[in-house]
């Protein structure tokens, strides 16, 4: 499995927001609302790196209060 972290810059007062439309996308695993330069953590997980585009840029990116995204995908076992 590759796990992905999605680091997200939220419009301002809509990070609650954010954090809910995401936490029902069923990719997601975890979504957590953090201090500091970014709002909301989200991770999931996929077999392929083919997996992750996709995701980002049809599901994620997509979400409306979502100012910009940073992705780190990890490396397979």
Do not use: C, W
């Amino acid at each position: 499995m590759i796990k992905v972290y999605v680091l997200v810059v939220a419009e301002p007062g809509s990070d609650k927001k954010v954090a809910q439309a995401l936490r029902e996308m069923p990719e997601v695993t975890n979504v957590h609302e953090v201090m500091g330069p970014y709002d909301v953590v989200v991770e999931f997980q996929v077999e392929t790196m083919q997996e992750v585009p996709p995701i980002l840029t049809e599901r994620i990116r997509t979400v409306d209060g979502i100012e910009s995204t940073t992705s780190l995908v990890t490396l397979p076992d």
